[in-house]
């Protein structure tokens, strides 16, 4: 009778041994997994930061480029349909989306407003005397730069999801980290070239004149 109290006071302490392993190791991972779920937060944040960026550069832009003569309104327009598209897209600016169909509407108005503002500089091409205003000068100079910032912060928002994706699924998270509300969260789309900033450059000592409309 004494062997059996000793057994099962024994299997009794190695049971609360476990029990106490299993609440730690599941505390240092939730804390491990809350954090690297607001890094991804914190980059999103900064994409979305960088995206309202050149967002709040399009209305001046576009009043700097429709002052100059005969100069194409489709592209204009383009570009205003493109930006007020972006604001019909409603999704949390501090919280990464879980939805990947959400963020893959985002990226999309997000690219249609990147199309535009490509056709813009084109087109921007055939004006000489836009070429040399100041201000145009200075807002695609500000335009390059947040392009610039839009595509690092991006790859950076990719790199947080892929470690926080790989952590709960990996053991032991993959047991419980949904019961814990972390869940797989999607990546923004890679496209050809997305790892080289677009540039943004003008001849601004072209003597060209602007083709008849």
């Given amino acids: 009778m004494k062997k059996w109290i000793i057994i099962l006071g024994g299997l009794a302490v190695i049971f609360i041994l476990f029990l106490i392993f299993a609440v730690m190791l599941g505390g240092a991972s939730y804390n491990r997994l809350n954090s690297?779920?607001?890094a991804v937060n914190?980059?999103?944040?900064?994409?979305?930061?960088?995206y309202q960026r050149r967002a709040d550069l399009i209305p001046n832009l576009v009043n700097t480029v429709s002052g100059a003569a005969n100069f194409e309104k489709s592209t204009l327009t383009a570009i205003t349909d493109a930006r007020a598209s972006i604001g019909r897209v409603t999704i949390n600016a501090n919280t990464a989306p879980d939805d990947a169909a959400k963020l893959a509407e985002?990226?999309?108005?997000?690219?249609?407003?990147?199309?535009?503002l490509s056709r813009l500089m084109v087109v921007s091409e055939?004006?000489?005397?836009?070429?040399?205003?100041?201000?145009?000068?200075?807002?695609?100079?500000?335009?390059?730069?947040?392009?610039?910032?839009?595509?690092?912060?991006?790859?950076?928002?990719?790199?947080a999801v892929q470690a926080f994706n790989t952590s709960i699924k990996a053991f032991p998270a993959v047991f419980y980290?949904?019961?814990?509300?972390?869940?797989?969260?999607?990546?923004f789309a890679a496209t050809p070239g997305s790892d080289t900033p677009p540039k943004v450059e003008f001849d601004f000592n072209s003597t060209k004149t602007p083709a008849k409309q």
Avoid: C
């Fill in 106 to 116: 985002f990226e999309k108005a997000q690219g249609q407003l990147s199309s535009a």
């Fill in 42 to 50: 914190g980059k999103w944040a900064q994409v979305q930061n960088d």
């Fill in 126 to 159: 055939r004006y000489p005397d836009l070429k040399a205003n100041a201000g145009f000068r200075d807002l695609s100079v500000q335009l390059e730069g947040t392009e610039n910032r839009i595509a690092v912060a991006r790859r950076d928002f990719n790199e």
């Fill in 177 to 187: 980290s949904g019961a814990m509300g972390f869940h797989e969260k999607p990546y």
């Fill in 36 to 38: 690297q779920n607001q």
